[in-house]
């Protein structure tokens, strides 16, 4: 899934720089901020993932563990 935003992002900012042209630093500073939005998300999507998968782990261990 993050490659997927990457490659997304990517494709937007390379179809924005292409209709820019010359615009100058106004848009290369926009571009620069969505590309660094969609890997924010990517970055967020992959923790939250993770977080997930570990809470279930760890809770099937505790579930699994023989009682004293």
Same mark, same amino acid.
């Given at each position: 899934? /993050?490659? %997927?935003l990457?490659?997304? #992002?990517? !494709?937007?900012?390379?179809?924005?720089? !292409?209709r #820019?042209?010359? &615009? =100058?630093?106004?848009?290369? !500073? *926009?571009?620069?901020a969505?590309? *660094? /939005?969609?890997? &924010? &998300? #990517?970055? *967020?999507? #992959? *923790?939250?993932?993770?977080? /997930?998968?570990? =809470?279930l782990?760890?809770?099937?261990?505790v !579930? %699994?563990?023989? &009682?004293?």
């Amino acid at each position: 899934m /993050t490659e %997927r935003l990457q490659l997304m #992002a990517l !494709a937007l900012v390379s179809g924005l720089r !292409a209709r #820019a042209g010359c &615009a =100058g630093r106004g848009a290369t !500073a *926009v571009e620069y901020a969505l590309l *660094v /939005t969609f890997v &924010a &998300a #990517a970055i *967020v999507g #992959a *923790v939250t993932a993770i977080g /997930t998968w570990l =809470g279930l782990t760890f809770n099937d261990l505790v !579930a %699994r563990w023989p &009682a004293h």
